[in-house]
C-alpha cells in the first residue's frame, strides 16, 4: 500500500465501548497527526506526535487517548465516547526538516458515529 | 492567533469554464505557508498547491494556479478547464513557519468551500 492508510473506515460504537483507530504511513515521514473533521466546522488538530514523541495535545478530552509506537503508525483509542464525538477522523504524516515546507498527506478517514 | 476565512460556502462552474475560490487569513507573521487541499466525496485530502510567503511568484500547478497577494492577506484558487472530477471540497489552510526539532506543525484550516461542476 501507498500514502497513508487508516483503518475502519467506518464505525459504529455505543458510549460505554472502547475501539481504536488505526492509521499507517508508507511515506518514511517522521511525524504524525490526529485530526477531527466535523460538519461544518474547520478541521481541527487534535495531537501531533514529532519522532514518536507526543508535541501538541490540542486541548482534546481524556477518553481519546493517542499512541504512536513507532514513526509509521498511530493509534487513537477511544472510550466512553459521547454523540458529539462523531465526526469524521483524519490521520496526516509528514517530513518534518528545518526549512522545510514540510507539506500533510492525509489518509482517507474514519467516519465515527457514536451512538 | 492565526485564522483563515473562506467566505463562499459553495460554488458553481460550468465544466470547461473557470472558477476562483476565495481564501483570506489573518497573521502577525511574515512568513509562512499556504496551502489548498481538495476533498472529493471519497474523502481522501489531497493537496492540490502550495505557497511559500516569501516567494513573491504564484504558485502554478497545471490547471490550478494562486493569487497570492500578500499584503491584502488573500489566497485565491484558480481552476481553470474545469473538469467534473474537479468536483470536491477546497479547503484553505495556513501554517506557520517551522521551528524544527520542538514546535509543532500545525494546519490551520478554513470551513472550505464546496465546488460542484456542472456538465
Known amino acids: 500500500e501507498t500514502g497513508v492508510t487508516q483503518t475502519p473506515r467506518h464505525l459504529v460504537m455505543g458510549m460505554t465501548n472502547k475501539k481504536s483507530l488505526k492509521c499507517e504511513q508508507h511515506?518514511?515521514?517522521?511525524?504524525m497527526y490526529w485530526y477531527k473533521q466535523s460538519a461544518k466546522k474547520p478541521l481541527e488538530l487534535m495531537f501531533v506526535?514529532?519522532?514518536?514523541?507526543?508535541?501538541e495535545n490540542n486541548s482534546v478530552p481524556s477518553r481519546f487517548s493517542p499512541e504512536c509506537p513507532n514513526s509509521s503508525h498511530l493509534f487513537l483509542h477511544l472510550h466512553t465516547l459521547q454523540p458529539e464525538d462523531s465526526a469524521l477522523y483524519l490521520c496526516?504524516?509528514?517530513?518534518?526538516?528545518?526549512?522545510?515546507?514540510?507539506?500533510?498527506?492525509f489518509g482517507p478517514g474514519t467516519r465515527l458515529t457514536v451512538l | 492567533a492565526q485564522t483563515v476565512t473562506q467566505s463562499q460556502p459553495e460554488m458553481s462552474v460550468q465544466e470547461a469554464e473557470t472558477v476562483t475560490l476565495s481564501c483570506t487569513y489573518d497573521?502577525?507573521?511574515?512568513?509562512?505557508?499556504l496551502f489548498w487541499y481538495k476533498q472529493p466525496p471519497s474523502r481522501q485530502m489531497i493537496l492540490v498547491i502550495r505557497?511559500?510567503?516569501?516567494?513573491?511568484q504564484n504558485a502554478t500547478e497545471n490547471r490550478f494556479s494562486v493569487n497570492f497577494q500578500k499584503a491584502a492577506k488573500s489566497f485565491s484558487l484558480k481552476i481553470s478547464d474545469s473538469q467534473l472530477g474537479d468536483a470536491a471540497m477546497y479547503f484553505c489552510?495556513?501554517?506557520?513557519?517551522?521551528?524544527?526539532?520542538?514546535?509543532?506543525?500545525?494546519?490551520?484550516f478554513g470551513t472550505g468551500t464546496l465546488l460542484a461542476v456542472q456538465p
Open positions: 496526516a504524516s509528514s517530513q518534518m526538516s528545518s526549512g522545510g515546507t514540510d507539506t500533510q498527506y
Open positions: 511515506l518514511g515521514h517522521n511525524a
Open positions: 506526535y514529532n519522532f514518536k514523541e507526543q508535541t
Open positions: 497573521t502577525s507573521e511574515s512568513d509562512y505557508y
Open positions: 505557497q511559500e510567503a516569501y516567494k513573491q
Open positions: 489552510a495556513y501554517r506557520s513557519p517551522e521551528n524544527y526539532g520542538g514546535a509543532t506543525n500545525k494546519l490551520i
